[in-house]
Nanobody, 112 residues
Framework: QVQLAESGGGLVQPGGSLRLSCAAS????????MSWYRQAPGKERELVAT????????YYIGSVKGRFTISRDNAKNTVDLQMNSLKPEDTAVYYC?????WGQGTQVTVSS
């Protein structure tokens, strides 16, 4: 069955960095674009970043451009999200998405 397993969340101070990772299985990973979404308390889930199948095409929402970087390793079936210069408004549960499936989410909290 399809599985997307996120890891790497946690508590970080403003200005800090975190790297999220998503391990995928159960589908042909290198055939599909992959994305990271997030959902803050009381807000709708929003798309944060997407990466194409070869990794050369990426998209970011405006609020994270220049701070977040999405990458993938098709040999390892993983997609990562490097998050730098984190702000309190980045606090959310972050979800990996691909092949129409969702991971369980990982909490990111940015607070002093």
């Amino acid at each position: 069955q399809v599985q997307l397993a996120e890891s790497g969340g946690g508590l970080v101070q403003p200005g800090g960095s975190l790297r999220l990772s998503c391990a995928a299985s159960g589908f042909t990973f290198n055939y599909y674009a992959m994305s990271w979404y997030r959902q803050a308390p009381g807000k709708e889930r929003e798309l944060v970043a997407t990466i194409g199948i070869a990794g050369s095409s990426t998209y970011y929402i405006g609020s994270v451009k220049g701070r977040f970087t999405i990458s993938r390793d098709n040999a390892k079936n993983t997609v990562d999200l490097q998050m730098n210069s984190l702000k309190p408004e980045d606090t959310a549960v972050y979800y990996c998405h691909g092949f129409g499936s969702w991971g369980q989410g990982t909490q990111v909290t940015v607070s002093s």
